[in-house]
């Protein structure tokens, strides 16, 4: 059965600084990864997914994920974080015919973001 | 498009009632989803729908618990009868190929 680990379950960065989100997926196959992020009170959204291709994978508001294979890893990182980052965010391992039928997703990992 | 549409947003209600949450998806969208999220369980799919048709209810709780979906706008997930551990924030989602978009979730609470 596919899992999702998110060893990080609360991050405090400085605004303006680099981040890097963990996420360590187990599945028997290609894998389809993606990461969400869900402010409070509101639905997830989407930031980027992977499904083939090139490894590292851009996505909206600035961030990107690296798909490592070797280490089942999926790590979102993004260069430097603004107070509107400040968000709970979801890794997810997908499954299905066009791969996102069902998903598994993480723990989560909440972000909060210093001044 | 005005995106997943779920109501109500918020529900109270006391055990044993019955707790009717409505999600209208984004038009075109051919599949649809419930979710549930809890802090103990985090996400959990519950069931999807293909077509309006159900094609796994595998994450559905128990027999207290059933949705259905009468037409490509519309589906229902129905708790009876409710119970206090049923108290979460339910999620519906769309998608057409590959990206769900979810709604804004009804946050039940069962007293």
């Known amino acids: 059965a596919q899992s999702v680990t998110q060893p990080d379950i609360h991050i405090t960065v400085s605004e303006g600084a680099s981040l890097e989100l963990r996420c360590n997926y187990s599945?028997?196959?290609?894998?389809?990864l993606f990461w969400y992020v869900q402010s409070p009170g509101q639905g997830l959204q989407l930031l980027l997914k992977?499904?083939?291709?090139?490894?590292l994978v851009q996505g909206i508001k600035g961030f990107e994920a690296e798909f490592k294979r070797s280490q089942s890893s999926f790590n979102l990182r993004k260069p430097s974080v603004h107070w509107s980052d400040a968000a709970e965010y979801f890794c997810?391992?997908?499954?299905?015919?066009?791969?996102?039928?069902?998903?598994?997703f993480g723990t989560g990992t909440r972000l909060t973001i210093i001044p | 498009d005005a995106g997943v549409i779920q109501s109500p947003r918020h529900e109270v209600t006391e055990m044993g009632q019955e707790v009717t949450l409505r999600c209208k998806p984004i038009?075109?969208?051919?599949?649809l989803f419930w979710y549930r999220q809890t802090m103990m369980r985090g996400l959990e799919l519950l069931i999807y729908?293909?077509?309006?048709?159900?094609?796994?209810d595998s994450g559905m709780p128990e027999d207290r618990f059933s949705a259905k979906m009468p037409n490509a706008s519309f589906s229902t997930l129905k708790i009876q009868p409710s119970e206090p551990r049923d108290s979460a924030v339910y999620f519906c989602?769309?998608?057409?190929?590959?990206?769900?978009?979810f709604g804004p979730g009804t946050r039940l609470t069962v007293l």
């Open positions: 989602a769309s998608s057409f190929r590959n990206e769900q978009f």
């Open positions: 038009s075109g969208h051919d599949y």
């Open positions: 729908f293909n077509n309006n048709v159900p094609i796994d």
């Open positions: 992977y499904f083939s291709g090139d490894t």
């Open positions: 599945y028997g196959a290609t894998p389809y």
């Open positions: 997810a391992v997908g499954a299905g015919d066009f791969g996102n039928e069902k998903l598994t």
